[in-house]
């Protein structure tokens, strides 16, 4: 049984391993590398490194943020950069009660003030009272942004 076995499979292994064959011959050759990747990665200059104390930078998504006069002007859930990196603004999710009837508006990044943050539950300050971020218009994606700011000397952002 097992040399019927075997003279019924030898044929079919034997086709494959052409097949296999063939395809090898067809695929292009790979190209000597100018450089291996090993030598590559050994002249590869280290990286930077920039150490930053536990206590002099926090993240700013979900910071709460309040007037001057210690009002709830919302949170920020996002931040805005132009096309070279730089922060422009933040979003922040303004008004409502547990996220009902709440709308996103858009201020300045320079109107916000991070010097009271020392710890998780500080809050940042924006330089607007309540009633102008009320009537700031509400922050849309693939809209244009209405930035609010404190001192209205924002620019428009060039658009290169």
Request: zero cysteines; a negative charge; hydrophobic letters at 45%.
């Amino acid at each position: 049984m097992w040399r019927k076995l075997g003279m019924l499979l030898l044929p079919l292994v034997l086709a494959v391993s052409a097949v296999g064959q063939a395809v090898a011959e067809d695929e292009p050759q790979a190209k000597p590398s100018a450089k291996p990747p090993a030598a590559a990665e050994e002249h590869a200059p280290p990286p930077s490194v920039t150490i930053i104390g536990a206590k002099d930078a926090y993240g700013v998504l979900g910071l709460d943020v309040r007037s001057p006069t210690n009002e709830d002007m919302g949170h920020i859930v996002d931040v805005i950069v132009d096309r070279t990196g730089t922060v422009r603004a933040a979003v922040i999710d303004f008004g409502g009660f547990l996220g009902v009837g709440s709308r996103k508006i858009v201020v300045d990044w320079n109107a916000l003030h991070f010097g009271r943050i020392a710890k998780n539950g500080d809050a940042v300050t924006l330089e607007l009272t309540k009633a102008q971020v009320a009537a700031a218009p509400e922050y849309k994606e693939d809209k244009p942004i209405v930035v609010l700011g404190a001192a209205g000397s924002l620019q428009p952002l060039d658009d290169r």
